[in-house]
Nanobody, 123 residues
Framework: VQLVESGGAMVQPGGSLRLSCAVSGFTFSDADMAWVRQAPGKGPEGVSAINNGQTVYADSEKGRFTISRDNDKNSMYLQMNKLKPEDTARYYC???????????????????WGQGTQVTVSS
């Protein structure tokens, strides 16, 4: 199994980036997928998730980020607009293994991760 992210860079606040994740080793079209980020000194934070019918975003990303996938290319994407310094983190694509519904929302568990791509938002 391989998940390979690309597209990270340093950008100024207000800028845009498009991250890509190329997947191999499992049937991508059957998989629920997600973007997860981790900032220095912080734990992993779910950014967005996608299955073949629905997309989910963290509140802070709604309206700025767009997740998409191309099953023919075994690839997933994250279009990030209006980037803020607090978006600085390493971004990982991951396969969702389990979704648990709790009173405060869905919780995701992941079984495969890529190596990540660094996004730095700074002036």
């Amino acid at each position: 199994v391989q998940l390979v992210e690309s597209g990270g860079a340093m950008v100024q606040p207000g800028g845009s980036l498009r991250l890509s994740c190329a997947v191999s080793g499992f049937t991508f079209s059957d998989a629920d997928m997600a973007w997860v980020r981790q900032a220095p000194g912080k734990g992993p934070e779910g950014v967005s998730a996608i299955n073949n019918g629905q997309t989910v975003y963290a509140d802070s990303e709604k309206g700025r980020f767009t997740i998409s996938r191309d099953n023919d290319k075994n690839s997933m994407y994250l279009q990030m607009n209006k980037l803020k310094p607090e978006d600085t983190a390493r971004y990982y694509c991951a396969r969702i293994a389990v979704v648990t519904t709790t009173p405060i929302g869905d919780e995701y568990a992941y079984d495969y991760w890529g190596q990540g791509t660094q996004v730095t938002v700074s002036s």
